[in-house]
């Protein structure tokens, strides 16, 4: 009785084990900013997927999936490499990649749509995200810049600098995009400090339901933000979220900035 009590313990120790190496594997990914179509200028989105295994191991299956900035599905088809539409699923064997377009990447403008983009798959993969500006109505890109791939924190921060317009430099102004994938509303609180870490005015909270998306400028959130600043913003939350800063010229142009946990 004794041995059989044993090798029970023993499976069901090697069972927990199993489903552990198989729950490793999993891969969730989130893409903070995802952009396509628009007005005035019009966006796009390119999506990066690898599986970075050795070539010739099993197949990743992987799937995409695009959320808009109210948690509703953001139904747009994507196409890959060679042109051919991507219903969101797909496989990727060691060593692959996908590229994935929105559809306003060379193509007529559509209306705007905002969110992020999730990234799933069974095995382990990387990510990221070109966001591109063009024209209206598309031609050449304007600029463009990289989202990676971000892991949902509770307290984060990104560089912030702001400089005024005038005949002797131009002018830029700091954004962020944050993206709730959770199952619970979060409460974000935002604090501007100077570079000798003291805080620059008071801090703004504001909700962001769950499964949803929102971007803004940082003097839109913080509207005593000085016209010249440089420093950080702190960003803490009571659920993870995930976030990409970017920085926007008066020329157009734009460029990503990173966000790094904080303690």
């Given at each position: 009785?004794?041995?059989?009590?044993?090798?029970?313990?023993?499976?069901?120790?090697?069972?927990?084990?199993?489903?552990?190496?198989?729950?490793?594997?999993?891969?969730?990914?989130?893409?903070?900013?995802?952009?396509?179509?628009?007005?005035?200028?019009?966006?796009?989105?390119?999506?990066?997927?690898?599986?970075?295994?050795?070539?010739?191991?099993?197949?990743?299956?992987?799937?995409?999936?695009?959320?808009?900035?109210?948690?509703?599905?953001?139904?747009?088809?994507?196409?890959?490499?060679?042109?051919?539409?991507?219903?969101?699923?797909?496989?990727?064997?060691?060593?692959?990649?996908?590229?994935?377009f929105s559809p306003s990447n060379g193509g007529p403008s559509t209306p705007l749509s905002n969110g992020f983009a999730t990234v799933t798959a069974d095995l382990p993969v990387t990510a990221s995200l070109i966001f591109v500006e063009y024209a209206a109505g598309g031609g050449d890109p304007i600029s463009e810049g990289g989202v990676m791939a971000s892991s949902p924190l509770m307290v984060q921060g990104t560089g912030v600098y702001r400089q005024p317009d005038n005949s002797a430099q131009i002018g830029t102004e700091p954004a962020v995009a944050i993206a709730n994938a959770g199952t619970g509303t979060a409460n974000i609180t935002f604090q501007l400090l100077d570079t000798t870490g003291t805080a620059v005015g008071a801090p703004v909270t504001r909700t962001l339901a769950a499964n949803n998306h929102t971007a803004f400028f940082v003097s839109q959130l913080l509207p005593t933000m000085p016209t010249a600043f440089f420093g950080t913003m702190r960003i803490t939350s009571d659920n993870p979220i995930a976030a990409v800063a970017l920085l926007f010229l008066a020329n157009g142009t734009f460029a990503t900035v990173p966000v790094f946990p904080l303690q």
């Open positions: 009785m004794k041995n059989l009590l044993m090798k029970r313990i023993l499976w069901s120790l090697a069972f927990v084990f199993f489903a552990a190496g198989i729950c490793s594997a999993q891969t969730t990914l989130y893409l903070p900013q995802f952009a396509d179509g628009g007005d005035s200028v019009t966006w796009g989105s390119i999506i990066t997927v690898t599986n970075p295994a050795a070539v010739g191991t099993p197949a990743a299956n992987v799937t995409v999936t695009l959320t808009s900035d109210d948690g509703t599905p953001l139904n747009l088809t994507l196409t890959d490499q060679n042109f051919a539409a991507i219903s969101g699923a797909f496989q990727l064997a060691g060593g692959q990649t996908k590229y994935l």
